[in-house]
């Protein structure tokens, strides 16, 4: 039974940072592809980075260059490390794994709309992030 746990969330201001983690268990393959999502209301639940066994690491234009996403396969732990926050950052994230390496960037596409054709076999519950 595979879980996927996230952790990390609250309230931060604008400017500030966090890290978001998200503890595997259940999962011995090791071939996998581990996105973080964001979902608001307004915007629905989209793909704002990946990371996959081969090391990939691949982001949104909306989050390149503030976010970074990381993983110590032994503890089955990923990270998704959120800077210069504002209030487009203010979501439930969720961490979701698939069985696959993750898609590789497309130079005419944002890496979102590339990780967002994957039907991720496992998710997480999602843990809070509000910036204000």
């Known amino acids: 039974h595979v879980q996927l746990v996230e952790s990390g969330g609250g309230s931060f201001q604008p400017g500030g940072s966090l890290t978001l983690s998200c503890v595997v268990s259940?999962?011995?393959?090791?071939?996998?592809?581990l996105a973080w999502f964001r979902e608001t209301p307004g915007k629905g639940r989209v793909p704002v980075a990946g990371i996959d066994n081969e090391a990939s690491a691949n982001y949104a234009e909306s989050v390149k260059g503030r976010f970074t996403v990381s993983q110590d396969f032994a503890k089955r732990t990923w990270y998704l490390q959120m800077y210069d926050l504002n209030s487009d950052d203010t979501a439930m994230y969720y961490c979701?794994?698939?069985?696959?390496?993750?898609?590789?960037?497309?130079?005419?596409?944002?890496?979102?709309?590339?990780?967002?054709?994957?039907?991720?076999?496992?998710w997480g519950r999602g843990t809070q992030v509000t910036v204000s």
């Open positions: 979701a794994l698939d069985p696959v390496p993750c898609p590789r960037p497309r130079y005419y596409a944002d890496y979102s709309s590339v990780l967002a054709i994957v039907d991720f076999d496992y």
């Open positions: 259940g999962y011995t393959s090791n071939r996998y592809c």
